[in-house]
Structures are given as structure tokens and as C-alpha cells.
């Protein structure tokens, strides 16, 4: 059974809901796995490189997971390696479209992640385990994911959001079979599969 953490975006904040959400990580993971972290969605913000953003994150990552945690920089020349190696997955969010272009090239992705023993996916990370996902609420239509959770979401979730969102998903869940997560930024949810 693997379990899927999801999260609504921005997990650089300081706050009480990240560190949950990393107590989370921490409570899954034991001394000696292997995380690989995946920055394959460019920043939305910034021009850092994946490197960057891995660096930055590790030191976030190390301070709140008290474990002694290998902690691998996932690169596309071995991605589909790296993740059979890893006993955990992390994706971390920004473009949603040009992560799942990177992803949709490795053919073994769905079924390697299958077999983590924990899948964690921040925003564009999130959107990749859906169903469905909506990337922006207002001028977007819902994206097909790798549908290895059954549910369609959208992170950084606002109440004003709620109408709209709805109404476009159901353009692609007419029968509403699949359970709709909203996430605002920090929050996360937890699915074990």
C-alpha cells in the first residue's frame, strides 16, 4: 500500500500547517530510505534551476525530518532508475504542463509510483497523481493527470473558486464518480492506495 500525500502548494512557508505536513513525511519515512525529489516543473516565479530548488528545499526538508533520510536529485537522464531505487517520490509543483510533458516520457512512471512506499505531490506534483486538475481557475480547463488517484483537485484553493471550479469539472466527471479535492496553500490530504 503506498501512501499519497498531497499538498496545496507553497511549502517553503513557515507555518504550522508545512509542518504537518512534513511531521507526515517524517512519520512515513524511516532512517535509511531513499527520497527521490523531483523539480521537473519550472518555477512560476523565479528563473532558479531544478538544482536550486533542490538545494533549497533539502535544507527545508532536513530541518523538519529529524531522520537520516537519502535525499536524491531526480535528473531525467535516470528518472525511471532513480525512482525504482527510491523508496519515496517527491514532486514538487510550478508548470503543470511542461511537468507532465516530462513525465508523460517515461512509459514505467504510473506503475514505478505504485510501488512507493509514500508519493508525496505539491500543487503541479498533486495535479500529476489526479484524474483531473483545473491549473488556474478562472482561465483554464481541466487537465487529464496520470489518474493514479481517483479524485480531481485544484490547489491554491480560494472560496470565491468553489462555482467555477465545479462547473468546469464537470464538463470531465458528469456523474460526479470522482471525490473533488480542493487544497488552499499549505493544506494537505492524505490518501492511502
Known sequence: MTKYILHGGVTRLENDLNKKFYSEISNSLRDGDELLMCYFAPSMSSNRTEREKFDQYLAIFQ???????????????????????????????????????????????????????????????????AEYSIDYAENSEPLQGF??????????????FRKILEEKFKKVDQ???LELVLLRDCEMRIFEK
Open 147 to 160: 489518474g493514479i488517484l481517483p479524485i480531481k483537485i485544484f490547489c491554491h484553493f480560494e472560496d470565491r
Open 63 to 129: 530541518k523538519y525530518i529529524p531522520k537520516d533520510i537519502k535525499y536524491v536529485f531526480a535528473t531525467r537522464e535516470n528518472f525511471i532508475e532513480q525512482l525504482r531505487k527510491a523508496d519515496a517520490l517527491y514532486i514538487h509543483g510550478g508548470g503543470t504542463s511542461e511537468l507532465f510533458s516530462d513525465l508523460k516520457k517515461f512509459p514505467e512512471f504510473v506503475e514505478e509510483v505504485k510501488k512507493k512506499k509514500v508519493v508525496i505531490g505539491s500543487s503541479a506534483g498533486a495535479y500529476a497523481l
Open 175 to 177: 456523474n460526479g464518480e
